[in-house]
């Protein structure tokens, strides 16, 4: 009975995360667009770091009860998820262009921020000094964030951002509405879902962190699936890509920033030899894969497939453990 309880729990929590995530997103852009901000900035910051609202808010719960298993593996698992599953499903349904040369741009910093992480995990542990030079790193990355979209207004994904907004035009009091309702129930979902997640994991013997990588990751990385399919099937490859990159960025740096603030964490060796070692590796190859050393990067459907059975076999090997152990 406690087990049901606790997957109606994930269920539940899981559709509502999605639905007020997507919420929060438009309304956030929404407002952004009311409140004068350009296009380039909307797409860089407000779309590509809100849509890891629920990884960010899932987390800084899991550290408040003491799951760091949970709060790793959720901002881990959703990068790793995000490249594999998510970029790997959306080549192969539209190959995705890369003309943007702000996207382009944030690959390589997407590397340096995973090796950053990597160096300072090898100590095995997270602490609260860790967690200021991750927020402070992404402080640094706002700010140049910022800059660009100030500075740089006909890049691809400016115009990519601009038609997106254009189809779904909304009157202020109808974005803030959804604002403050989106982040309400974005905070009611994130509790229930990370109850049910450590409910599962001490029912079934299987440790918070295999939870966190698997069906956490999975499921508060549902948004970004659905705006990165949405945005390739109607030709927004520079919007598509840059959402997972900036989410990444997000993740790597503010989720595990905040919830090692809130509380320093032991880090498993495992962590740093599987999940890490798989995150970086999979980073390396979409930096490879879709920069675009002569001309403008393009991950087609051979790749995206290659990206896809990374994370099958990935997700195959924790799941063998699980039965294993």
Known sequence: MDLL??????????ALLVWSADRFVDGAAATARHLGMPPLLIGMVIIGFGT???EMVVSAFAALQGNPGIALGNAYGSNITNIGLILGLTALISPIAVHSSVVRKELPILIAVTLLAVALLLTGEITRLDAWI???VFAVLMAWSIWQGLRQRSDALSGEVTESLDQEQMAL?????WLLLGLIVLVLSSRVLVWGAVEIALQLGVSDLIIGLTVV???????ELASAIAAARKGEHDLALGNIIGSNLFNTLVVVGIAGAIQPMVVPPEVIWRDMLVMGLLTLLLFVVSYGFRGPGRINRL????LLLCYLGYLGYLISTVIRG
Do not use: K, Y
């Not at 009091?173 to 509405?177: C, N, V």
């Open 5 to 14: 309880l606790a997957l109606c729990a994930v269920i539940i929590g899981l």
């Open 52 to 54: 890891s609202a629920p």
């Open 134 to 136: 991750f927020l402070g």
């Open 173 to 177: 009091s109808r974005a803030l509405f």
């Open 217 to 223: 990751a999975i499921g508060t990385s549902l948004p």
């Open 303 to 306: 790749e995206g497939l290659l």
